[in-house]
């Protein structure tokens, strides 16, 4: 019980995102959610992969931009009909992956002496930020549009395109 007397609902028992905007069964979002992980999971090896062939700039930039035309047709497909949630999803998922590349640029920006240090702490400084400000400046942008977290979305693989600009390759 809260304090004020009603229930508090557990982190599980939540509605998703998807659940509450497009009025799709737990079950569904649950296994879409899966496909999309299964995918990730598959992907991350090959991003990285594709990193250390064609360099991380290039994987970034062209993952980034897949990500964010992906989960931009996810939200306009899925408003259409919410039975192309599970392809969608996962090819968004799939795409997500490019975070498969980002250890490798990490790597390679810092010496040895220091490295899982400063990887350690620009990580967990940047997780804090965003994984606590996302959800906040999402619901405020969903109070105008619908399609606020693709929005988000893209404007964050927007600046992760930008970043690239500023990753010296080596040889």
Not at 132 to 137: D, S
Not at 147 to 171: D, H, M, N, Q, W
Request: aromatic residues 10%; hydrophobic residues 55%; charged residues 10%.
């Amino acid at each position: 019980m809260d304090v004020v007397g009603g229930d508090r609902r557990r982190d599980s028992d939540a509605p998703t995102l998807l659940q509450k905007q497009f009025h799709i069964a737990p079950a569904t979002v649950l296994i879409a959610n899966s496909a999309a992980t299964l995918c990730l999971t598959i992907d991350c090896v090959l991003s990285g992969a594709i990193a250390g062939r064609i360099g991380a700039g290039k994987t970034i930039f062209i993952g980034g931009a897949a990500l964010a035309v992906s989960y931009w047709l996810m939200f306009q497909q899925v408003a259409l009909d919410a039975a192309a949630l599970l392809p969608y999803y996962a090819l968004a998922g799939f795409f997500v992956a490019v975070i498969g590349a980002i250890p490798f640029v990490m790597v390679k920006s810092f010496p040895s002496t220091v490295r899982f240090s400063d990887i350690s702490f620009s990580y967990n400084v940047a997780y804090a930020v965003f994984g606590e400000l996302t959800p906040i400046v999402v619901s405020l942008m969903m109070k105008s549009s619908p399609l606020a977290p693709a929005i988000y979305v893209g404007a964050l693989c927007a600046v992760g395109a930008l970043t690239t600009l500023f990753i010296k390759e080596s040889r």
